[in-house]
């Protein structure tokens, strides 16, 4: 079991994880600014950003479903990476209503950030 958290920096622009590969880490953002994107009808739509503080990734690690999103760095960024096995080390030590409130929930979040998206590319058509 890996427990250990390690950091990482990002250069500017770098992929760091794709929309629909399997979510083995979480990332913490130290420095630095990571735009979370998913692609619909080919264009390139942006849900959401993280900062100083602030954790990505993580919804895959704790529901076992595909990246929902694309993840990059806007600028340099560096992060500590959160293995599944420290997350779950935690999770495991939160009541079972806690973890059932967290599943729903992320559910609930995976299915608006698609309805996100899908209005974002309907709202682009109409100005077009």
Not at 71 to 80: G, I, N
């Amino acid at each position: 079991m890996d427990n250990t958290a390690r950091r990482v920096v990002f250069p500017a622009e770098a992929v760091i994880f794709t929309e629909g590969e399997p979510g083995t880490t979480a990332y913490v953002v130290e420095s630095g600014t990571v735009v979370v994107y998913k692609s619909v009808d080919g264009k390139t739509i942006e849900i959401g950003e993280v900062g100083q503080g602030g954790i990505f990734g993580e919804m895959a690690l704790i529901d076992d479903h595909p990246r929902m999103a694309s993840a990059k760095a806007r600028e340099e960024t560096a992060c500590v990476i959160i293995g599944k096995d420290r997350l779950f080390e935690q999770m495991e030590k939160a009541p079972k209503g806690v973890r059932v409130i967290v599943n729903a929930l992320l559910g609930n979040i995976r299915a608006m950030g698609a309805e996100l998206a899908e209005a974002s590319v309907i709202l682009a058509r109409d100005k077009e």
